[in-house]
């Protein structure tokens, strides 16, 4: 994955991008982000990126001039990009998105916003708006670093183990089974004998029973698109028929 962030704290970026799995796709050279400071393309003394909106109103708007520029430098290279807008106002990234992105050979862009909202016209620049959640954060650059993590995970060679990005949550359109360690019991509580047993059949059976059975708890919505085959319609309806859902 090659990205270019446009932003004006390009600082945010650095603890995250060298510490762990993010770090180590960079060492591979999986990973590649080149951060950009959006004031280093301005024309006045003050480096100035934000302005008052026509027609009034709170708040400060991101404006054009610099943004453009920047856009304008990166395109000189010649090599195709996909230009991304981080926004609340954009379509929901989910874990298909991420895997689409992982398909990608083009170069990314990500623009960070800040203030009240940025000039409508830099809308004319990019591929897609993309929003993380529907809330509002201060800055586009936690949510460039969500997308990049998440694009990254499923790179191959980019975790240890590839079947850990596989079984993880939303990956095959389900919250995860749970997951448990060493020691066997801690203050009470017990592993599972099932996935003591060695029992392959049955462990994989017992992951996805719990597997659908959180996620009809905590996300009932995910089952709507999530591909059920008939052994899920079957494992739901014991779980749903029994009292404690526990079936």
Same mark, same amino acid.
């Given at each position: ?11 945010? &970026?650095?603890?995250?991008?060298? =510490?762990? $799995?993010?770090? #180590? ?6 990973? +590649? *982000? ?75 862009? &990500?623009?960070?916003?800040?203030? =009240?909202? $940025?000039?409508? #016209? ?6 897609? +708006? *993309? ?117």
């Amino acid at each position: 994955m090659k990205c270019d962030v446009l932003t004006i704290f390009p600082g945010i &970026f650095d603890a995250y991008l060298n =510490e762990s $799995i993010l770090k #180590r796709a960079r060492e591979k050279g999986l990973l +590649e *982000v080149r951060l950009y400071n959006i004031r280093d393309f301005t024309s006045d003394p003050h480096r100035s990126v934000d302005d008052h909106p026509y027609g009034g109103g709170a708040g400060m708007v991101f404006k054009p001039e610099p943004i453009f520029r920047a856009v304008d430098f990166l395109r000189e290279d010649g090599e195709p990009r996909r230009i991304i807008l981080l926004s609340p106002q954009g379509r929901p990234f989910n874990q298909s998105t991420a895997e689409a992105y992982a398909r990608q050979t083009q170069r990314f862009v &990500f623009i960070c916003g800040r203030y =009240e909202g $940025i000039d409508e #016209r830099v809308k004319t620049l990019v591929d897609e +708006e *993309v929003s993380i959640g529907d809330y509002v954060i201060t800055g586009g650059e936690l949510a460039a670093l969500v997308i990049i993590d998440a694009v990254t995970r499923l790179i191959p060679g980019a975790l240890g183990d590839k079947r850990s990005a596989e079984d993880e949550s939303f990956s095959w359109g389900l919250l995860d089974y749970p997951h448990y360690t060493r020691p066997r019991e801690f203050r009470g509580l017990q592993v599972p004998e099932v996935l003591l047993s060695g029992n392959h059949k049955e462990i994989w059976l017992w992951r996805r029973k719990q597997a659908l059975k959180k996620t009809l708890r905590a996300r009932p919505d995910l089952l709507e698109k999530a591909g059920l085959t008939d052994l899920d319609r079957k494992l739901l309806s014991e779980i749903r028929e029994s009292p404690d859902g526990d079936a």
